[in-house]
Structure formats: C-alpha cells, structure tokens
C-alpha cells in the first residue's frame, strides 16, 4: 500500500496530507511566538518608569523591511497561482523576486540593523545621580508634561577604552541629539526620521552609572526581547528562503514535469509558512519600532 | 451505518480551484497594496499623540490585527478553509489567549499586605 | 549505568530489532542493513527504534534513582563498589571517597526527573506505541510524513545524547531540577571552572530544544495520519480508544511545548547572551551583586515552564490509558463501556490541561480570584479523570475476564492511578497544598500515576504487541515472575513517602532528612527518616524484578513461542496485519464496517467479531455512537 | 472532629501550634475522608468484579454489560463534594490568608530575606521602624545591607537563622530573597510561602503553642538546599523580652554560623558544599590527596 493523498485532498476531510501538517505546524509556531511575546508583554509591564525605551531603532528601514516582506507575500501567492494556471516562467519570476526580498530582508537586518546597534552606547545613571545629570536629561520638563523619566544617556561611546579599562573614569559620548537639547517638546517623543549622535560629548562619571553598555541583548530587557524575537524571526525567514530555493531550481522544474499539482501544492505549504512569517513581523514591527 | 464512506480521491475538486485561480489574482495585488498601506499608518499613527501610550498601542495593535487578518484571510486562503483547520486554530487561538490572559491576571493578583 | 555503553548497545539492539524478517513484504527489493534499521522511514521500525531506546532510558533514569535512594537511606556512607566507579569515571565533585556529593546527588535528581519523563515515558509511551500501533490500528499504510517520522526520531536520539553527555562535562549534568527554575538555573554551573557552552544546564537546555523538536514534528505527524490515513470505513466513533488517546496527546504536545521552548531559548539566552529575561534587578549571588542588566521575571518562567508541565502530565498519562482499554477490552471479551463518554472525556481532559497549570504555583504569592479559578479548573479537570476509570471499572462488570499477563498489569493499572490520582485532589486546594507542597506527599502522588500507573500500562503494552512486533510471544511465566514482584515493591517504595510527606519530609533533600528534627517523629512504628531505608531496599528489589522481564523480552524475539497473526483473539485491525507486518502494512486495504470492540455479540460462534468483518443482514445491532468532528 | 482528626493522626500529621492551622488540618482531613471513602468503595466493587467475572466463573461474557446509570449518581456525587470543599473551604480560607491581614501595629513585624543557603531576619527594634536596606552595602558584616546612616535603622535587629516570636501574637513575615527563590515553610504552624527575589510577599501566622518549630526552605536552591534550616523559637512574653535584651547588645556584630552547621552530635552529610571541585575540573594539588 503506498501513502494516499499526498497530492489529492481526502474527500471526507478535504485536504491532502501536507496541508493538514503545516497547518498543525503553524499552530505549534503560533504559540511559540505566543510565548515570546507574553515575555515581552509581561517585561515590558514590569518595566520601572523609563526602563523600556523609545525611538531606538531606525523606523524608516524598519519600514521598508515591513514593505519588503509584504511585497514577498504577494509575489509568493502570485508565483503560486501561476503555478496553478500552469504558466511555469511567470512563476519562476515571481518566485525569483521572493527569494530576493527574502534575502533583502536578512541583509537589511543583519547587515544593517543589528550592526548599527552594537556600536550604540548607553549609560543608565544611578538614582541618586539623576539631579546631576538634569542637564542633559531634562526630566523635570518630562514631568511636567506627565511622561516617564529619562534614566540613560545614550550616544556614541567616543573613549571605547574606558569599557574595559578601570583606570579611566569616565565615559566620553556623543550625545544623541535628545540630550543636547532635552527640554525642547519637540524632542519628547521619538522622530520618523533617524538622528545620529551629534558632536557634542557629554562626560558621565562612571561612579554615577549603574550599567553601561553597548546596544546588545544584555543591555536590558528591550533589547534582550528584540534580539531574541528579531532573531528567531530571521532564523524563520532564512528557513523560507532556502525552501523557495530549492523548488526554485531545477529540483521544482522536475517536478513541475512530473507531476505539477505536486509543485503548486508544495509551494502552497512553503508559501502559508511565508505569509507566518510575515504575520508574525506584522507584529513585532509596531511593538519595537514605534512604541 | 454498514456501508463505509466512499473516500476515493475527485479529480474535478481541485480543477475547478485552479478555474478559480485566475480571478484571484487582482484581489492579491488590492490586498497586497492595502497592507503597504496599513503600514504607512501605522507609522503615522504612531507618532500622532492619542492620549497615552496605552491608547497608542492599542490603536496600532487593531491595525496590526486588520492586517494579519487580511493575510490569513486572503493570502493565507483562510476564507475558503475546511472546518477542520478553522477548528484547529480557533483551539490555538483558546490557548494563546489563555496563556496571555491568565498569566497576566497571575501577575496583577498578588497577596495582599 | 554507564552511559555511553547504554547508547551503544542501542545500535545494537537496533540491529535485532524485531522487524526483522520483514522482507515478508515482497513488494520491494531487499535494502540495504542501515538503510532498514537505522535510518528507515517506516512506521514500524521507528516505533521499534522508538521503544527500546525509550526502555533502555527508562533504565537508565531508573538506575540514577537507585543511586539517590543509597544517599537517602544512609546519608554520607560511602557506595559500596559503585562508588569507587563513578568516581573513577566522573571524578570526586561527582563522588568524594565514594560519598555522593550534593552537588551529583542534585545532578541525578534533575537528569532522573528529565530522563524518565522526556526520553523514558514520552518516546516509549507516545512515540513507540503511537508510531508502531496507530497506522496499524487505522489500516493505514504508514504514517503520512515518513521522512518527517525519521527525522522525529534522529531529533530525539541526539537530544537523548547529549543529555547523558552533560554528565561528563566540567561540573556535571543539569542540578536544577526537571524543573529548572530560574534565577537557579540561569546563574549556575556558570564561573571561571565552566565552559560557556559545555556545562550542564546549557547543554540541558539545547538536549531541550532537539527533544522539543522532535516531539512536534512527531505531534504532526500522529495527527494528520489520524485524520488524513484512516481506512475507509473508519469512522471517527469507530476509532478504537488507544487512537483516541494518542490523538489528544499529540495536540498536547503540539501546543503545549512551543512556549516552553520559548522559555527554553529565552534561558539559553540568558545563559550564554547575558540577558535578564528571568533574572529581577539587584541579585546578590555569594555576596557579590551579579553583573546584569535586571528587570526580568523568575516567574515568567514558572509559568511558561507549567504551561507544558501540566499538559505534559497528561501526555504521561493518556497513552497509558488508551493501552490500558485496549487490554480491558480484549480480556473481558465485552466492549468497553461508555465508549462515547470515554471519548468525551479524553478530549475535555485534553483542553482543561491547558488551563490549570498555576496549581504548580499556589507558594508564589496567587491572590484569592486568580487561585480560586484555577482551583476550579483543577477540581473540574479530575471529573474526566473520574468518569474514564469509572468506565473502566464499569466494564469489568459482566465480563469474561482472562488474566493474562497484559491483563495483569492492566488490571494493577486502575487502582494505582486511583491512588495517585485521588492523592491530586488535596494538592489541588491551595489551602492543603499550602502544607503539602514540595513534600514526599508530592512525590508520591506523581509517582503512584507515572510509575506504577503509566510504567504497568506500558509493560501491559509490550507483553499485548509484542506477538504483533515480532511473531512470537513473551513467556507468561516470566511474565508474572515480573508482575507480582514488581507490584508489590512500587507500593512499598511509594506508600510510605505519603507518610513522609504528611511528617513535612520536603523533596530534594539531599540528606534524606536525617538533620532534621522533624522527620525524626515516628510514624508507623519507623521515624520519617528510618522509613527511607525499607524504601530503598524496594527500589532495590524492583531493579531485581526487571531482570525476568529484559531476559523475557530479549530471549522472546527470537525464541518465543511462535504465534498467528491474532493471538488474543481481539477486534482491532493491526491484528488482520501479517505478524510482523510488511512494508506498507496490509496485504489489502482493509475495509471497516463496525465499532472497534465488537466482543461477545450474542449469535455468534466466536466471541469476537473483528472491524473488517461486514455486518451480516440478521444481526441484532446496537446504534453506534455518533459524533461529528467536522471536515 | 476528634473522630475525623483521626485520620490525620493516622498519616502522621504533626501537631498544629498555630491559630489558624486547625484549618488547614481539617481541610487535610476532609479530603482524605473523601478519598478514602471513594477508594474503598472502588476496591471492593473491584474486588468483587474480579473474583465474580473471572473466566472460570463466568465463561461467556455479557456484550452489553452494566446497563443502569449508576456511575452518573457517583460522578454527580464527586463533583459535589468536591464543590463543597472547594467553595465551603479552600477559597475562604486562603481569602483569610492572604488578603485579611491582621493590625500591624498589634503584630510582630518581620523581614526575612533567604538566600543560600540560610535565613536572614530583621527586626524594625523598638521604634517599629524598619532601616533602609541598600544592595550596594550587602557584605559579609552586614548580610540586608542596612544603612547605617539611617536613623531608623539604628535600633534594628539583625538575626541569622533563628527567629523568636512570643506566644498569641499575629506575626506578620515580608519575605524576600537575595539570590534564587528560596520557600518559607513552617510545617509546624502550617503556613509557607515562597521567597522570590525582586519581590516582596508577606505572610502572617499567630502560633498557640511554646516550642521549637523548624523552618524549611521548601524550594531547590542550590547544593546547600537541603541544609538550609532556620528555628523559630515561641517564646513565652517573658522570654521573648529577654531574647530581644540579649540580641539589642549583640547587635551589630553579627556573624553567620558556618553554612551548614547541623545539631550536636549528628554526623556530617557528605562533604561541605564548596569544598570539592566540581566533577571535571582541572585537577589541583590537594592537600594530602590521593
Ligand atoms: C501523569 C501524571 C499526572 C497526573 C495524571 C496528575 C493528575 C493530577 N494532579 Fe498531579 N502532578 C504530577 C503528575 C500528574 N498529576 C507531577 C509530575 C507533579 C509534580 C511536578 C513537580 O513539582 O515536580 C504533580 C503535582 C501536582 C500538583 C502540585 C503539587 C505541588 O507542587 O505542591 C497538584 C496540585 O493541584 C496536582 C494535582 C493533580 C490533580 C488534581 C490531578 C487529577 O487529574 C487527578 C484526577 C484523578 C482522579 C481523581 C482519580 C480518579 C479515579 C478514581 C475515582 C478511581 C479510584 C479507583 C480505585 C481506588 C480502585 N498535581
Ligand atoms: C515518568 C516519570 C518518572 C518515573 C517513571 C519515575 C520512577 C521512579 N522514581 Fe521518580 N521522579 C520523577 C519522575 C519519575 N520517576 C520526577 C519528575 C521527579 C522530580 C525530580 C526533581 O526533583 O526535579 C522524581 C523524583 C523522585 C524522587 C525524589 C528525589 C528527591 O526529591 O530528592 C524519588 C525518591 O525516591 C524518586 C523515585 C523513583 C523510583 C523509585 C521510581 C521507580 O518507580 C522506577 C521504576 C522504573 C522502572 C521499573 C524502569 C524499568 C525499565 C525497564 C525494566 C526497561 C528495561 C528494558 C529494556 C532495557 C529493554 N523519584
Ligand atoms: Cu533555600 Cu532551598
Ligand atoms: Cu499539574
């Protein structure tokens, strides 16, 4: 007896094997994602005032990734539907392009984004030292306008020796423009576009600081959930990536020789794992970038 | 009772699918230019003041909802799905909510002093 | 107890695995040995592979137990013999002079908890026997993914494997707990004499992740061979109860371990990244305020750790009930009773799973609405419980009962989880578990399920397939040399710990008690710390009791007596199946036409009348039950 | 009750000494009546079903088997007690544990703090008024990094491992960790409750009974876990004067007592934590090692 219904749907049921399994597979990956993002609610719920930043990531690429795996989603159901139209070239192109976008977006992230993160320095001053760096964080105005403390100073570390050497006492940065003018209104919320750090070094004395570090996973808990879910993410898309590739290549041709309800079903399942994917940023885009 | 159900594979089922195919094709590319756009509104959004940041995040989470749900919907064809995996998902869907909401009602009600 | 030696007699025994002489198929040409064994695709063989590397685990837990009960019996005596072994192979951190340490008294607790759950019980109870008897049972000709069912199995063997590795790294295995609570777990075995990687608890949590995997790809797999490979004619009420119960399983382990295994990455994070996911600001570890960016939860883990512990109870547990009926059935020669109820049950079981996990937490500081709802799910989830072994019970009633050696251990089953499931209900109220928590009431509680529960479903199981597996049968001589023996001792390991419990004896306690004044009080005629040695001699013993059984089981697959291809004489499909099976399973597509548990209907001249048997014009029919579960 | 306490005094239960704890008990015990009576029931139906039906007796089975609806009856009859004791008892109770907390001022106000492996308790001393604790001035001195610059602070009392409460007195425990989540478990006055770090919960029992009473640390915690005792010591009012007279002049110069320092005369358990290289660690010249 060989496997029934791995290309034709079950009539009682009506689906064929695989679609049933990605299916179950999606729900398993809805509840992993599941119990990363009640992590993030219940860190960021737990989070002292001021402990959970804003406007730390780069919204304007941020959103073009956003419109990038879109983009990918649509051609990924066009590429399928051609498949079912039995026009082979146009779905090769299509798929072309979701293999590009895939890859877009893992370059744009781990070339670009991550990186520019481990560069970035911050600085959380000690409670007792806030009044002392008033200046740069202006949080009486915060006050008064009833938003949440400034706790940090972040910018470009400009003495890197100073993390590793305990002789230096301070902390050289080039401040991001928030701290050069922090009572302006206009600098109370986070902006569309990316600032960089300005010129202008402010000096924080390292017995004031509680923790100072580059922008990585242990910087706080922010960033440990972005990292964590950005990088499961991207270990998702990679996955997507090399699944489209290998029916891309002449492995699909084959199979489009052979049997071709084959290929479009495989690509369908591929593909209802690809629009998951980009469900799940959906999510994590607004979550991390705007709010 | 006694005959068993007859579970030979259709042919015509998945043809007529494909039949259908064509016609969709335009709805993807009106979802797929909805959701570009539902980004860029939420980005607005996003920077528009509604009070607090409660209300911002809710606001955003709805459009990212909206979204999600057009994906599923329509790319995902959950609109034409069978009863079996629309019962799977509303399952997960119990579940994720009641790890979400359960955990966090554990969280906000603690003994008391 | 070696653990390297038991992996490699694992290939070993795969290698006389019993599907041997499956080239009775003839469909196909002879593959090659490697192809055939070890890295086969076919559902019988994986189950096979499934089962004994499960059995040996099982062991293996066994054997770590053995060792704990000698500390908790004579605390800082030194091991006669074994001792000086291990710490030839381990080093004195492991044993000083033959002392266990508390460092590897904690280490064996953990990988006991861990092992005999998550590479004993699961692939043995849901994977060997999902894998070997569902297809079987629903006439399919294999699971639907059988790529997917080997790489199942390949996922868990290499979890299984650096498990025991983590034995022999710098610090030795995981010592928090199969719970692995944090902050415990994410600051230790971490410092200057550990590797980043190489250290107990992080390569406990990467054994996790492979485990993790290989259950879901598992999971999906059981589920769409259920709905996708039925036979035709098998309809969803005529699904014997085993189907059922694996069925249900398989969704627990779907949607239950993912956010586990979102902890588990978050911890792996914490461990090697230097997060804080679970680690709160302002630690103070040996005097020094550990180095951390702060502000995570230790309770976040619990809860997500707990939202699979629960479920997972019942993945422990389900299997071993749906074998358990299997059994019933066949050897009263009646049809279960309450078939329908028996269904229900298991699926309203399997959904309240997901809701009741806090009941782990009652100490953690639950205020009055959110405990008090989790009391009730907890009480409402026992109901299930109840009505499945009251059907249990309700169909020995009237019955024909042959007390074969399955028969046995299925029967020893029904008050055991008796025992330990009533045991639930006092823990389930805050206000019991509020003294009872973290006892040997505990302990004993779980284990009266998992172990003379679930480990005599499983024994019932390999005595009742075994014929199937292989063509011949296990001796039933042997078969009850090994029942009593084994009976008798699992009460007197796990009755006293109740007492032990009710003295305020807590678990974990690395000196059995004997430094602490309150295990010092008597009960029955033995102080609560005197009553570890009667225990231990049974733990004993019971090892001495397993000794028919691995000969019986061994011996058996090559020199049993040789059997038909139905020797009990049931209903099911697998057994219309050649003994073993061929490739593809049936020589044709069965056709169903009836209930599975068709025994003793009255005309007939044999009292069992099997699925594919069509319903004969004058027959006296019952209406079957009837249940929709939607296309 | 004095018959239904029987069965807890057949489990071994041990004695309660404090306000509240009878209740506890009865819960214990109620549930285990219940059971009891359920599981008798089933074993002998079970018992009798065996013998009866066996094949030699009973050759050929009954297709149909049980026909009446009597397992519905008993089914409806668990979920009612089970109701009973849930509604009727458990949830009142843990309402009255942990949201009725008694007058603070009449109380005994403590901190414990764990960590591993022992017992740190403060006491706000005469002024009632707890001293500020800072994490940065934790050592091995000062074990809660008190603040000696607080006023308030200056009367307190620090106590390692032993508490001493007087007799009929709410206390109230805020309980918190250094390190890992320890558990505050005093079996005899049938109360516990874990200590989580970052977080303060507190608990409140009255003992009725002078005596020693172990305190548990009912959490894994480490390797020293299982040593991690503390005492509770009911005092008589007199008593309990007098101990806080003796630590008021010891105070400030507290030492703790060797991690895992067990009761005269009991032999040592294994070697002492820390002592011994972990399994697989670069071997080191030791001492007179062989
Ligand atoms: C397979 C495993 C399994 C099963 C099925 C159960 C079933 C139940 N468990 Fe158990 N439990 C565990 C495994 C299991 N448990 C484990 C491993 C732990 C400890 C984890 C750890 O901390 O390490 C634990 C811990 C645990 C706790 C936490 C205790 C604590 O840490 O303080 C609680 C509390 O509510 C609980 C409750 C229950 C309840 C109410 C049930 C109910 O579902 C039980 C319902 C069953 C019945 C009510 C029996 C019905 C039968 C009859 C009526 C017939 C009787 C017949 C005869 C006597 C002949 N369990
Ligand atoms: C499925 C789960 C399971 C099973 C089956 C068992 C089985 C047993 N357990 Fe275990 N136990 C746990 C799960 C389990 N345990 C867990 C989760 C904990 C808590 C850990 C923690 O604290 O974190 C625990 C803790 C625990 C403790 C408490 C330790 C402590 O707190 O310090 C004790 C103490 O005695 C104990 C004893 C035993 C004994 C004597 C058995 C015996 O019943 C074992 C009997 C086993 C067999 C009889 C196996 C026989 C197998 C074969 C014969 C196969 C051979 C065949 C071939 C090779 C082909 N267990
Ligand atoms: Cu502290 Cu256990
Ligand atoms: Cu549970």
């Keep these: ?291 | 009772m006694n005959n068993p159900p007859d579970i030979s594979p259709a042919q015509h089922e998945t043809e007529q699918y494909a039949h259908d195919v064509s016609k969709h094709v335009r709805g993807y590319l009106i979802v797929g230019g909805t959701l570009i756009f539902c980004t860029a509104l939420t980005v607005f959004l996003s920077y528009v003041n509604f009070g607090s940041q409660k209300a911002n995040v809710s606001v955003a989470m709805l459009l990212a909802a909206f979204k999600a749900g057009l994906v599923a919907y329509i790319f995902m064809h959950l609109s034409a799905e069978k009863k079996l995996i629309y019962r799977v998902l509303l399952f997960t869907g119990i579940f994720v909510f009641a790890l979400f909401w359960l955990t966090y009602l554990a969280w906000y009600d603690p003994i008391s002093h | 107890m070696d653990a390297s030696s038991s992996v490699s007699t694992q290939h070993h025994h795969d290698a006389h695995s019993p599907a041997h002489g499956s080239g009775a198929a003839g469909d196909h040409h002879e593959l090659p040995f490697w192809r055939k064994y070890i890295i086969s695709t076919d559902h019988k063989v994986i189950g096979i592979q499934y089962g004994i590397s499960g059995l040996i685990f099982l062991f293996f837990g066994f054997c770590l137990m053995m060792l704990m009960r000698w500390q908790l019996a004579f605390p800082g005596q030194r091991l006669p013999i074994v001792g000086k072994m291990i710490e030839n192979v381990l080093g004195p951190g492991a044993m000083a002079n033959g002392v266990m340490t508390p460092e590897f008294y904690n280490s064996l607790g953990a990988m006991h908890g861990t092992i005999m759950i998550f590479l004993g019980i699961v692939p043995v109870a849901f994977a060997a026997f999902g894998n070997f008897v569902v297809p079987l049972q629903i006439g399919a000709p294999d699971m639907t993914f059988p790529k997917i069912n080997m790489a199942s199995y390949q996922a868990f063997f290499v979890g299984g494997l650096i498990m025991l590795l983590s034995f022999f790294v710098p610090g030795g295995a995981a010592k928090g707990g199969w719970t692995s609570y944090t902050p415990l777990s994410d600051i230790a075995d971490k410092g200057p004499t550990y590797h980043l990687i190489f250290n107990g608890q992080t390569l406990w949590l990467i054994a996790f992740i492979l485990l993790i995997t290989s259950s879901l790809l598992g999971a999906v797999n059981f589920i769409a061979t259920i709905i996708q490979l039925r036979a035709k004619g098998m309809t969803w009420m005529r699904l014997p109860f085993f189907v059922w119960a694996q069925f249900v399983t398989a969704f627990l382990l779907l949607l239950a371990f993912p956010p586990l295994e979102s902890a588990i990455v978050m911890q792996l994070m914490d461990r090697v990244a230097g997060t804080s996911f679970f680690l709160p600001s302002g630690l103070v570890v040996n005097g020094a305020a550990v180095s951390i960016s702060g502000g995570g939860s230790p309770l976040l883990w619990q809860h997500l750790f707990w939202f699979l512990g629960h479920p997972e109870v019942y993945v422990l547990i389900l299997p071993g009930m749906g074998i358990v009926a299997e059994i019933l059935a066949n050897n009263t020669r009646k049809p279960l009773w309450g078939y329908k109820s028996l269904v229900l049950s298991v699926l309203v079981l399997g959904f309240l799973s997901f809701i009741v996990w806090a009941h782990h937490m009652w100490l953690t500081g639950m205020g009055t609405a959110v405990s008090a709802f989790f009391q009730t799910t907890t009480m409402i989830i026992s109901i299930p419980s109840v009505i499945i072994l009251s059907a249990f019970f309700i169909s020995l009633w009237g019955g024909s009962i042959r007390f074969t050696v399955p028969m046995l251990f299925a029967t020893a089953f029904l008050p055991m989880f008796g025992i330990g499931g009533l045991t639930g209900i006092p823990l389930a109220f805050n206000t019991a578990d509020l003294y009872l928590h973290d006892t040997y009431y505990v302990i004993a509680h779980f284990h009266y399920i998992v172990a003379p529960g679930t480990i005599f479903a499983l024994f019932g199981g390999i005595y009742y397939w075994f014929p199937k597996a292989t063509g011949r049968k296990m001796s039933d001589f042997w078969g009850k040399v090994h029942f009593w023996p084994s009976l008798i001792c699992m009460n007197a390991i796990f009755l006293p710990m109740f007492l032990q419990g009710m003295l305020g004896m807590h678990r974990r306690w690395y000196d059995g008690g004997q430094g602490w004044n309150l295990a010092a009080e008597k009960v029955w005629g033995l102080s609560g710390f005197h009553w570890n040695t009667p225990i231990s001699i049974a733990a004993w013993v019971m090892g001495l009791a397993q000794i028919p059984f691995i000969i019986n089981f061994f011996w058996s697959i090559r020199h049993g007596e040789k059997v038909d291809d139905n020797p009990w004489e049931a209903t099911t499909l697998e057994w219309t199946a050649p003994s073993p099976p061929p490739h593809g399973n049936f020589v044709a597509a069965p056709v169903v036409y009836r209930g599975p548990y068709e025994y003793s209907l009255p005309g007939r001249a044999k009292d069992y009348t099997m699925q594919t048997e069509p319903v004969q014009p004058n027959e006296r029919k019952a209406p079957e039950p009837t249940m929709s579960l939607g296309h | 009750m004095i018959s239904l306490a029987l069965i807890n005094e057949f489990l071994g239960l041990p004695p309660n000494a404090s306000a509240h704890g009878y209740q506890i008990d009865h819960i214990i015990e109620f549930s285990h009546w219940f059971m009891g009576a359920l599981f008798l029931g089933w074993s002998a139906f079970f018992i009798y079903v065996l013998i009866r039906f066996r094949r030699n007796r009973n050759p050929v089975a009954s297709h149909e088997g049980v026909t009446s609806g009597i397992s519905t009856h008993l089914e409806f009859a668990v979920v009612l007690i089970e109701a009973v004791l849930l509604i009727g008892f458990a949830v009142p109770l843990w309402a009255k544990r942990v949201n009725a907390f008694p007058e603070e001022k009449d109380a005994i106000l403590v901190h414990a703090v764990g960590q591993q492996f022992n017992w740190n308790f403060h006491l706000p001393g005469k002024d009632g008024v707890f001293g500020r604790r800072e994490l940065a001035l934790v050592s091995n001195s000062n074990p809660l990094g008190l603040d000696p610059a607080d006023a308030a602070g200056k009367d307190d009392l620090v106590a390692l491992g032993e508490l001493h409460v007087p007799i009929e007195r709410n206390v109230i425990v805020d309980l918190s960790s250094k390190d890992v989540i320890h558990n505050f478990c005093l079996p005899g006055m049938r109360i516990a409750q874990d200590a989580i770090p970052g977080q303060i919960i507190p608990m409140w029992f009255k003992p009725v009974k002078t005596g020693n009473y172990e305190i548990v640390c009912g959490q894994l915690c480490g390797l020293g876990h299982y040593g991690m005792k503390g005492m509770l010591v009911v005092d008589t009012p007199d008593d309990y004067q007098a101990w806080l007279k003796e630590r008021m002049e010891l105070s400030g110069n507290q030492i703790a007592p060797p991690p895992l320092a067990r009761p005269p005369g009991e032999p040592p358990v294994g070697p002492t934590p820390g002592t011994v290289a972990p399994p697989g660690a670069p071997k080191t010249e030791k001492p007179g090692g062989g």
């Design chain 1, 1 to 291: 007896m060989e496997i029934p219904y791995t290309v034709t749907a079950r009539p009682d049921t009506g689906l064929w094997n695989a679609k049933i399994g990605i299916w179950l597979f999606l729900a398993s990956e809805v509840m992993l994602f599941g119990g990363l993002f009640s992590a993030y609610i219940f860190l960021r719920l737990d989070a002292e005032p001021g402990y959970w930043p804003h406007g730390l990531l780069n919204v304007p690429v941020g959103t073009f990734n956003t419109a990038i795996l879109i983009a990918s989603s649509v051609t990924v159901v066009l590429a399928w539907a051609a498949l079912k139209m039995r026009q082979f070239a146009r779905y090769k192109i299509y798929m072309g392009i979701t293999i590009l976008c895939g890859v877009i977006f893992l370059v744009v992230k781990l070339g670009y984004e991550w990186p520019q993160k481990y560069v970035h320095f911050g600085a959380y001053i000690k409670s007792s030292a806030l009044e002392k760096y008033e200046p740069l964080l202006g949080n009486k105005h915060l006050l008064a306008e009833g938003l949440p403390p400034r706790v940090e100073i972040t910018g470009h570390l400009h003495n890197h020796e100073a993390l590793h050497d305990p002789k230096i006492k301070e902390y050289e940065i080039a401040l991001d423009p928030v701290y050069t003018d922090p009572t302006n209104p206009k600098m109370d919320r986070p902006h569309f576009l990316y600032v960089p750090p300005t010129e202008k070094i402010g000096v924080v004395q390292k017995a004031d600081v509680e923790r100072a570090t580059m922008f990585l996973p242990t910087h706080n808990t922010y960033f440990a959930t972005y990292f964590t879910i950005t990088g499961l993410h991207g270990l998702h898309v990679l996955a997507g990536v090399l699944v489209f590739t290998y029916f891309w290549l002449p492995v699909g041709s084959k199979l489009y020789r052979e049997n071709p309800e084959h290929l479009a079903n495989r690509v369908e399942v591929a593909g209802l794992f690809w629009h998951f994917v980009d469900l799940v940023w959906i999510f994590v885009f607004p979550l991390f970038y705007l709010l």
